[in-house]
């Protein structure tokens, strides 16, 4: 397994901040937001009620109840208690999805750029990474027809992800049918990764399991991390066939047992969001999308297409003439400011780097500001070679 370019420029990020260095910190996707006071409150009164036990393996039925209550009104989509099993965050709900369906030598075809953990735990399990390319050329939609000559014998599952991380494009519908339509015939698993769905710039939400034949073989992963700023809290779940839920109700027993009691309520209270604090959440971070991608494109060399969900400024970087590698360290280093080298995401990503745009207008101006002044330093190395 390999680990994450986020994570490791966030470790340098903190190292330079506790030797008194101003950072700003754009490395990681967390919102700068945290959960609302009735979430908080929801928690707390769980605790003194002595809800801290072990507890149901899939999750507490209300919780699992109120998150099929909750895609039906967010997503428009028809599933149950049953094929529901939370886990300790979304990544864990990934890991121990593919844990569920791979055996070894399998295929797993997933997006390049994407987020690191496919290929990682792909190869963990000794299962085979197949990359398919999101290119700029295409606005970052994955193109069928290069996943379909892509599919063999072996393959066994495709990983989508829309919102995509890093690039935040939210993947076509006639795109999303053609995959669908790949996933029926070659009968493969579609691990559709779910997280960002609440966090778009317009327009409704599509899941991919609501294309012809998907139930069957579509499993969602998503979560509290992203859209109700619950990072810390470690909880996600995935929606699955009813003979896949109960596998990883296995595999549950097997490893987490069950997910902390007590935010299982505080979970309950997101999902209902009586206080609006995901729609007010996401409005503040179109707010911020608007002028960060604009002053972003101000600065001599970048290009940047403004993202239709998630939170990330997905930058090309090919006019500075210098590496993302060589960007990403001036700005850390000598203007404070922490972003991640495209190809953390996958080798198609080595002319981009991602900003995240979870942070506050002031702390984006102060950055922009600072990648302008900075971008003298590239202008420099390009101009000498
Ligand atoms: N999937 C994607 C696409 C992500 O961007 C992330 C986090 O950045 C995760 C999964 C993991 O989420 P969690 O924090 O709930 O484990």
């Not at 990934?94 to 290929?119: C, I, Q, T």
Request: hydrophobic content about 45%.
């Amino acid at each position: 397994m390999s680990g994450e370019g986020a994570l490791s420029v966030f470790a340098r990020a903190k190292e330079l901040e506790s030797q008194g260095r101003s950072i700003i910190h754009l490395e990681l996707g967390e919102p700068d937001f945290h959960p609302g006071r009735s979430v908080i409150e929801s928690a707390a009164k769980a605790l003194a009620e002595g809800r801290d036990r072990y507890c149901a393996v899939a999750g507490l039925p209300a919780l699992r109840e109120e998150i099929a209550a909750y895609l039906r009104r967010t997503r428009n989509i028809s599933v149950s208690a049953g094929n529901i099993v939370v886990a300790p965050g979304c990544k864990a709900a990934l890991f121990f999805a593919m844990l569920a369906l791979l055996e070894v030598g399998d295929e797993v075809l997933y997006p390049n750029p994407g987020f690191p953990g496919y290929p990682s735990i792909t190869l963990g399990l000794g299962a085979v990474p197949v990359p398919f390319e999101l290119s700029s050329r295409n606005h970052f939609q994955p193109d069928p027809s290069e996943i379909a000559a892509k599919i063999t014998r072996r393959t066994r599952m495709i990983i989508t992800n829309s919102p995509a991380n890093p690039t935040g494009t939210v993947c076509a519908d006639s795109i999303q049918r053609a995959l669908a339509e790949l996933a029926v015939k070659h009968d493969l698993w579609v691990l559709s990764d779910e997280i960002y769905a609440r966090i778009i710039y317009g327009g409704e939400y599509a899941s991919m399991v609501s294309y012809p034949g998907m139930a069957e073989r579509t499993l969602i992963i998503d979560g509290f991390s992203k859209s109700f700023a619950m990072t810390g809290w470690r909880l996600g779940y995935t929606v699955a066939p009813p003979e896949v839920a109960a596998a990883l109700a296995m595999v549950a027993v097997n490893s987490y047992t069950c997910v902390a009691e007590f935010t299982q309520y505080a979970a309950i209270d997101a999902l209902r969001d009586r206080e609006a604090n995901t729609p007010r959440m996401v409005a503040e971070f179109f707010r911020r999308r608007q002028q960060f991608v604009r002053e972003l494109n101000r600065v001599p060399g970048f290009l940047c297409e403004a993202p239709e969900g998630a939170f990330y400024a997905w930058v090309d970087i090919r006019g500075t003439g210098a590496s993302a590698e060589e960007i990403c360290r001036i700005l850390l280093e000598e203007a404070g400011v922490a972003a991640i080298p495209g190809a953390a995401f996958g080798r198609a990503g080595k002319d981009f780097v991602r900003f995240s745009f979870a942070s506050s207008v002031e702390n984006l101006r102060e950055a922009a500001a600072r990648i302008l002044k900075a971008s003298i330093a590239w202008q420099a190395t390009s101009v000498g070679r």
